[in-house]
Every structure is written in structure tokens, then in C-alpha cells.
């Protein structure tokens, strides 16, 4: 009678110490993965430019001939008017084209930190969560290890007290 309470009791202690707690498993939020905006380049090929202006070259006698025997580049009034507003239109294109791409970088640059503060965030959330996950798994096997414990402590004390009284009788 003995031994088979005996064997009863370290059976039912057996199969409740042997299951462990589940593993805590959080969710996976989604990836975010972006490209960044490439920068900006400036192309001067579609600027409209003005009629160019028409050149007489001139030797040292004032004669019209070809470009490199000429000594003098004569223009007349309206020609030598397009000459100089060909050259200050190119000065300013030249000049709001620069300011314009440092425009559009700063603003490409400001999207690109933004993006990678969101890549940044994420990875933040993850380790949080990873972190999380851990601190639980932790307290879940201390909660198991401190009621096996508490089990075991228990079936010693009844063992112990079974025995006692066991031997009480015995004795008399």
C-alpha cells in the first residue's frame, strides 16, 4: 500500500515538473525598407537660349574674311544688344540654376533623414520588443521554477509528515 502511493505520488510529481512554460513569442511587425532619393543634377540642355548673334570678322583693313585671318569682330547695334543679353541671361540661368539645386539637395537631404529616422525608429521598436519578449520569457521560467519549488517543497513536507505519522503508529 505503501509503495504504491509512493510510486503514485513521484508520478504525479514526475508528469507536473516535467512540462515546462510555453516560450513567449511577440509579433513581427513588417519590414519598412525605402531607397534613398538620389540627388539632384542640374541639365542645361533645355534652357531656351537666345538667336545667336550674327558676326562680320574683319582684317586690319576692314575687309570681311574667314574667323582665323580676322584681326577686328565687328556687330551692329541690335547684334552687339543680343550679344550682351545672350551673356547676361547666361549669367543669371547660371546663377538661379545653382541656387536651385542647393534648393532641391537640402530638400532631398531632409527627405533622406527622414526616412532614415523611420529606419531608425523601427529598429528601436524591434529592440524594444526584443527586450520585451526576453523580460517576459525570463519571468515566465522564474514563475515555473518558484511553483515547481513551491510542488516539491510541498510533496516533501507531506512525504515527511506521512512519515511521521507513520512511525507515530508504528511506535505504538
Known amino acids: 500500500m ?3 502511493l509512493l510510486v503514485l505520488l513521484l508520478s ?12 513567449f513569442v511577440p509579433y513581427t ?5 525605402f531607397e534613398k532619393t538620389p540627388p ?9 537660349k537666345p538667336d545667336k548673334a550674327v558676326k562680320i570678322w574683319m582684317d586690319k583693313d576692314f575687309k570681311e574674311v574667314p574667323k582665323n585671318e ?9 547684334e552687339y544688344a543680343k ?20 534648393l532641391i539637395n537640402i530638400y532631398i537631404d531632409t527627405i533622406n533623414a527622414l526616412k532614415e529616422y523611420v529606419a531608425l525608429e523601427k529598429v528601436k521598436a524591434e529592440e524594444y520588443r526584443a527586450l520585451w519578449a526576453d523580460s517576459e520569457n525570463a519571468y515566465r521560467q522564474e514563475r515555473y521554477y518558484n511553483e515547481m519549488n513551491n510542488i516539491l517543497q ?3 513536507l507531506t512525504v515527511i509528515s506521512i512519515g511521521a505519522i507513520v512511525a ?3 511506535a505504538l
Open 83 to 102: 550679344y550682351v543679353a545672350q551673356l547676361k541671361i547666361k549669367g543669371t540661368y547660371k546663377s538661379i540654376i545653382k541656387e536651385q539645386e542647393v
Open 168 to 170: 507515530l503508529i508504528i
Open 29 to 33: 511587425p513588417p519590414i519598412v525598407k
Open 12 to 23: 504525479i510529481t514526475f508528469l507536473t515538473a516535467s512540462c515546462a512554460p510555453a516560450k
Open 70 to 78: 580676322a584681326k577686328y569682330l565687328v556687330l551692329t547695334n541690335s
Open 154 to 156: 510541498k510533496s516533501i
Open 40 to 48: 539632384y543634377k542640374v541639365d542645361l540642355t533645355s534652357i531656351i
Open 2 to 4: 505503501v509503495k504504491k
